[in-house]
């Protein structure tokens, strides 16, 4: 079976930056791929791609066989998608704001209620149902996204920085979670936290200026440095020479 | 189509979430009665006519109605929520439309609670009710126009008050476009655009219908003037989403 994500050449371009250069890889189904790399790498790019709300300058990639150009609206079907920072409209409740997104998922009568009572289910969000979400903390306003990106069971899942701004337990939470889903899901997260790769990735890809410096399991990564510590992998990777470094 | 009334479904709740929907109602009431009793002399023309009323809809929702559409756009790009709601599996257009309906429901329903105008002028007199719906189809076409122009500015801008500034300038441009100020301007300057001015202009049409007349020209004016803004703002959408 084909995998459930393909990249074949992603680039997008701003005007004369490169944001991302000729991007190609698969992710297939029960891989949990961290998806790494320093703030303006492209990572946000990339997934905005996969998502649909950026079109690719050049390539295409393809979600569970629908192009995203071609057939966005199929691909964006079966996607699950977090955007970065788990934008939600602040007046609305918890319940309201889930039930709208089963609403447009295509959902009717009570299986609006049983997806949504899941979603909550799952991301521990039956305390603040009936909150808008303007009042809730940032931990919480992240799990109303992760709900949303949940809620109709999609194949693949792509989370820009899922834990972002989580404490430490709603961390281990939220990994919990989705290390239960990887088995029948290709999963792609986003993240800066490098002992995350570690606890929930099965594989790992680390992007700098757009192009792919390295994909490998967290194992493979971490023994392309005497210290054997991801960090110090990822410092070596994504830090130009002294030579390469453009002016700003 | 379903999809489009989930969208907006969401968006009309949210006017009425949040102090915009009795701010609006309540400023747009007020303006109208006392520019209506006041300013239109409604008792002294001694008419059973709610002409008065009708002659200020153009001016109060040249105002009002890019104050409702400035957020429609300008705050989801501001909110990040634009990313949200186009990588759900709709279209651009069924989020345009979904938007732009839902500020139409909202603004038929602050005309609909103007009632009390219809209730006090049948009391008063005996008038063509007649008249006086097609005066409100007129305004609510009107509305219409507005908003749709006022939804295509606010795509272009990530900020509410550019958003309300554009929206205003250019209903005020077809608000105004058959006043002779414009006319005649253009008679002298640039005759051949002098027509197509008037014909394009909304308060122009509007006159029509206060008049009880309602012609299909004058529909299919409305239709497609609604139906090129909804398209612009659907390519300004697509253009600048992500901006």
Redesign the interface.
């Known amino acids: 079976m084909a995998a459930l994500i393909e990249i074949e050449g992603l680039t997008k371009r701003f005007g004369t930056f490169t944001a991302v250069d000729n991007l190609s890889f698969n992710v297939a189904r029960g891989e949990v791929l961290g998806f790494l790399g320093p703030n303006g790498a492209g990572k946000s790019t990339t997934m905005?791609m996969l998502?649909?709300?950026?079109t690719p300058s050049a390539g295409t990639a393809r979600i569970c066989g629908h192009d995203v150009v071609e057939a966005s609206?199929a691909a964006?079907?079966t996607?699950g998608?977090l955007?970065?920072?788990a934008?939600?409209?602040?007046?609305?409740t918890v319940r309201?704001f889930l039930t709208?997104?089963a609403?447009?998922?295509?959902f009717r009568g009570g299986e609006i209620a049983a997806r949504v009572d899941h979603a909550v289910a799952l991301t521990s969000l039956s305390g603040v149902l009936l909150q808008?979400v303007e009042t809730l903390s940032k931990g919480f306003k992240r799990r109303v996204?992760l709900a949303?990106a949940l809620l109709h069971d999609p194949p693949v899942l792509i989370l820009d920085e899922p834990t972002d701004g989580l404490d430490p337990n709603q961390k281990h939470e939220v990994r919990t979670l989705i290390r239960a889903m990887a088995a029948e899901k290709a999963i792609v997260i986003s993240t800066h936290i490098l002992e995350e790769v570690d606890a929930v990735c099965t594989r790992a890809i680390v992007i700098a200026a757009g192009r792919v410096v390295a994909d490998g399991t967290p194992a493979e990564l971490e023994a392309r440095h005497p210290s054997h510590k991801l960090d110090d992998v990822f410092r070596d990777l994504t830090q130009p020479r002294p030579s390469e470094v453009e002016p700003v | 189509m379903r999809t489009i009334l989930v969208v907006a479904r969401r968006e009309l709740g949210a006017y009425f979430a949040t102090p915009v929907a009795p701010v609006f109602i309540v400023i747009f009431l007020a303006l109208q009665g006392v520019l209506t009793f006041n300013l239109g002399n409604f008792f002294e023309r001694n008419q059973a006519d709610l002409a008065p009323f009708f002659n200020f809809i153009p001016w109060v929702f040249l105002l009002l109605v890019p104050a409702i559409t400035m957020r429609l756009w300008a705050e989801e790009r501001r909110l990040g929520t634009i990313e949200l709601l186009l990588t759900l599996p709709i279209t651009q257009a069924q989020a345009v439309l979904g938007k732009f309906l839902a500020a139409w429901a909202f603004c038929a329903i602050a005309l609909a609670l103007t009632f009390p105008f219809v209730l006090t002028i049948n009391y008063l007199g005996r008038p063509d009710n007649g008249v006086i719906a097609s005066g409100y189809l007129g305004a609510l076409l009107v509305a219409g126009a507005f908003l749709s122009i006022g939804a295509a500015m606010s795509a272009t801008t990530k900020n509410q008050v550019i958003a309300f500034v554009l929206g205003v300038a250019v209903c005020f441009v077809f608000a105004v476009a058959s006043y002779p100020l414009v006319t005649d301007f253009l008679t002298r300057n640039v005759p051949a655009l002098a027509e197509t001015a008037r014909r394009l202009s909304v308060s122009e049409r509007f006159l029509a219908f206060t008049r009880g007349v309602i012609s299909l020209r004058d529909l299919l004016y409305f239709a497609s003037f609604i139906g090129f803004w909804l398209y612009l703002n659907t390519v300004i959408v697509e253009h600048r989403k992500a901006d």
Not at chain 1, 51 to 54: E, L, W
């Open positions: 905005r998502a649909g709300f950026m609206l964006r079907r996607l998608f955007p970065e920072g934008p939600t409209w602040p007046e609305m309201g709208f997104v609403r447009i998922r295509g808008p996204g949303q």
